[in-house]
C-alpha cells in the first residue's frame, strides 16, 4: 500500500489567514523552523495507479495538482475511485463541492455523515447535476472490512472497516444529540501484502476500538490536533480546551503520546495538528518528545510504503 500525506495541518492550515500567534507569525517570516501545511488529506493505493482519498479538504485542487499520480490521463479523468470521509467536518468535506467539474464520484461515509453533508445544504446541488455524479456508500460501524471497488466494479485490492471513535459532530452541525457515525476511524487493509493503515485524524480519547485498530495496523495516523489541553485559551485564541474539541492532545502524563508510544509495531504519525501546537517547530522540546517516543510528524509530501 501507498499512502501519499496531501495535507498535514488541522482545519485552518498552517498558517491560518487570521493567525498571528507565533508559531504562524514564524512560519509566514520564516524565523521558525517549520513548514507551511495543508489541512489533512491522504492518498492511499494499492498499485499506485488508482487512488482514494481519505477526507476532502478546502485545499484540494492544489492537493491534487501537487502530486502527478492523482492528474488526468486523458482529457476528462481522475486516477480518484472514491472518497472516504471520517467526520463531517469543514476541513474534511468542503473539498467535495471543488470537484463539481461533471465528474461521477463515488463518497464513502455514514449515513449520518452523509445527511450532515447533504441535507439542508443547497450547494450540495452542483454535485446533483446528472444523475450517477456521486453515489454514495455508506460506510456501517459494525462488521468486518469491505472490499473498496473501483468506479468500474473491479476490486481495488484496497479494503475499509471503518469504526467508531469518541468525537463530536462538525462545529456547523446539531451537536446536540451526539451519535456514534459522527467521526470514525477507518482500517485501511492491503489484500495482496496483508499490511493496514489506522486512520485516526480526530480522536477525543482512546476506546477499545481505538486499542484495536492501533493493535492491529502497520502504520497509525493519529490525531495531533493540540500538544496540551489549554493551548488555545493560552494564546488568547478561544475559551475551549481540546477536550471540549474532541481533541486528545498529545503531551502530558495523560497524553495520546503515552499511548501512541507502546504500539512499536506501527509506524506512528501525527496528522491534523493545529498551528498553534508547538510539534510543528522542528527544534522544539515537543519534536524532541514525540521523536523519542517512536513517534512521527506528518508534513504535506510526506509517503509510505507499506
Ligand atoms: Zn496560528
Redesign the pocket.
Known amino acids: 500500500m501507498l499512502i501519499r500525506v496531501l495535507g498535514s495541518a488541522a482545519g485552518?492550515g498552517?498558517?491560518?489567514w487570521n493567525?498571528?500567534?507565533?508559531?504562524?507569525?514564524g512560519v509566514r517570516r520564516g524565523t521558525i523552523r517549520a513548514r507551511p501545511r495543508t489541512q489533512e488529506s491522504v492518498a492511499v493505493s494499492a498499485d499506485g495507479d488508482s487512488w482514494f482519498l481519505l477526507n476532502a479538504s478546502p485545499e484540494i485542487r492544489q492537493q491534487l495538482e501537487s502530486f502527478s499520480k492523482l492528474h488526468p490521463r486523458s482529457p476528462r479523468d481522475t486516477p480518484i475511485q472514491g472518497i472516504v470521509l471520517t467526520n463531517g467536518d469543514l476541513d474534511h468535506s468542503l473539498g467535495l463541492l471543488s470537484l463539481r467539474e461533471s465528474q461521477p464520484l463515488a463518497l464513502y461515509a455514514t449515513a449520518r455523515v452523509r445527511s450532515g453533508f447533504t441535507e439542508g445544504n443547497v450547494l450540495y446541488r452542483t454535485l446533483q447535476r446528472f444523475d450517477g455524479q456521486v453515489s454514495w456508500h455508506e460506510l456501517s460501524l459494525a462488521g468486518d472490512a469491505k472490499t473498496l471497488n473501483l468506479l468500474g466494479g473491479a476490486p481495488s485490492g484496497l479494503t475499509l472497516r471503518a469504526f467508531a471513535i469518541p468525537g463530536k459532530a462538525a462545529l456547523h452541525l446539531d451537536q446536540s444529540h451526539p451519535e456514534a457515525g459522527d467521526n470514525i476511524g477507518i482500517l485501511i487493509g492491503d489484500t495482496r501484502t496483508g499490511k493496514s493503515l489506522a486512520y485516526m485524524p480526530a480522536a477525543g480519547a482512546s476506546s477499545a476500538e481505538v486499542v484495536t485498530a492501533a493493535a492491529e495496523a502497520d502504520a497509525v495516523f493519529f490525531d495531533g490536533t493540540f500538544w496540551s489541553s489549554d493551548e488555545l485559551i493560552a494564546?488568547g485564541?478561544s475559551k475551549s480546551r481540546a477536550e471540549d474539541m474532541a481533541h486528545w492532545p498529545i503531551g502530558g502524563t495523560q497524553g495520546s503520546l503515552r499511548f501512541l508510544a507502546q504500539w512499536s509495531q506501527a509506524r506512528r504519525v501525527y496528522i491534523h495538528i493545529?498551528?498553534?501546537n508547538p510539534i510543528l517547530q522542528e527544534d522544539s522540546v515537543e519534536r524532541a518528545a514525540v521523536h523519542a517516543a517512536g513517534v512521527e510528524v506528518a508534513f504535506d509530501g510526506m509517503e509510505l510504503e507499506l
Open positions: 485552518g498552517f498558517p491560518q493567525c498571528g500567534c507565533p508559531n504562524c507569525l494564546l485564541a493545529n498551528n498553534s
